[in-house]
C-alpha cells in the first residue's frame, strides 16, 4: 500500500491542500499524520476537518494539538507559540476539539510506527542526533517510526558496520530511501505548513509498504494567502513572516 506520510499542519488549510494534490498524483491510498494539526495558522477548524475525513487515516497527537485542549502547560512554550494556541483555543470548535482529544500519543500498526516527537517521549522530545536515535531504539518495535515536532526532514538507521552507531541525514527533495527490514529506522516527513530548513515549500513524503521505499516530496503552495488570513486574524508578526522564509 502506498501511504501519504505528513507532519506539523499548524493549521495551514493551503499547505494542507498542495500536499493532498500531490498525493493524489502519487497514487497515495491511505494517510499517516504525526500530529500538529493546530497552532501558528489560521485555519484550524478547515485543516482538522480536511484531515478527518481521509481514510484510511493513521494520526497521532502533537503537542501544539495538547496545548490548544488544555492537556499541556503553555508555560512549555515561546510567546508566539502561546498567542497561536491561545487564539486556536478561542477559534476551535466543539467537532473538531473532540477529533483531537480522540487522536493517541503513538500508534503502531504492522507497517510502521507513528509518534510526534519521539518514542520514548512522544510529545516532548525533539529527535535531532545520532545518540537520541540509538537511546530511543528500545522503545519501538516496528520500523519505520515515522517522527515530526522538529519541521525537518530527519531520516536515521542503525549503522550496521558499528551496531552502536547510527546512520543520519537530512533529506532532500525527491530523494529516496529503501528502508532495509530487520535495522531500526526514523524518518520525519518535515512540516506541511511551517517547513524550518530555509526551503519555503510544504514538505511531506510517500511510503511503499512493499517496496519498503520513502521518498521526500516538496511542494509550493499559495503562501501570500496564508500570510494574508494570519494577518486579518491577529496572529503575531513574527509567524507570519516565517513562512516565506522557510524558518
Ligand atoms: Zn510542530
Given at each position: 500500500m502506498i501511504w501519504g506520510v505528513f507532519s506539523d499542519v499548524h493549521s495551514n488549510i493551503e499547505a494542507l491542500e498542495a500536499v493532498l494534490d500531490a498525493f493524489k498524483r502519487h497514487d497515495v491510498e491511505g494517510f499517516v499524520c504525526c500530529g500538529d494539526l493546530v497552532g501558528y495558522g489560521p485555519s484550524p477548524n478547515e485543516v482538522v476537518e480536511r484531515v478527518a475525513g481521509l481514510k484510511p487515516l493513521h494520526a497521532v497527537i502533537g503537542n501544539h494539538d495538547l496545548a490548544v485542549i488544555g492537556r499541556m502547560d503553555l508555560a512549555w512554550f515561546n510567546p508566539y507559540a502561546q498567542a497561536a494556541a491561545i487564539w486556536t483555543r478561542w477559534k476551535l470548535s466543539k467537532e473538531a476539539s473532540g477529533f483531537l482529544e480522540a487522536m493517541p500519543t503513538r500508534l503502531e500498526t504492522p507497517e510502521f510506527t507513528i509518534v510526534h516527537g519521539s518514542p520514548r517521549s512522544p510529545s516532548e522530545e525533539?529527535?535531532?542526533?545520532p545518540q537520541q536515535f540509538v537511546d530511543n531504539q528500545a522503545h519501538y518495535k516496528i520500523s519505520p517510526c515515522f517522527v515530526g515536532h522538529s519541521h525537518l526532514t530527519w531520516c536515521f538507521s542503525k549503522d550496521e558496520a558499528n551496531p552502536f552507531g547510527a546512520k543520519t541525514h537530512i533529506l532532500a527533495d525527491r530523494e529516496r530511501v529503501v528502508c532495509k527490514p530487520n535495522i531500526p529506522w526514523v524518518i520525519n516527513p518535515g512540516s506541511v505548513g511551517q517547513p524550518r530548513d530555509h526551503d519555503q515549500r510544504a514538505s511531506c513524503g510517500v511510503y511503499d509498504d512493499v517496496k519498503r521505499e520513502f521518498t521526500l516530496l516538496r511542494v509550493p503552495y499559495d503562501i501570500p494567502t496564508v500570510q494574508a488570513r494570519m494577518k486579518e486574524a491577529g496572529l503575531p508578526d513574527f509567524l507570519i513572516m516565517r513562512l516565506a522564509y522557510g524558518q
Open positions: 525533539y529527535l535531532l542526533t
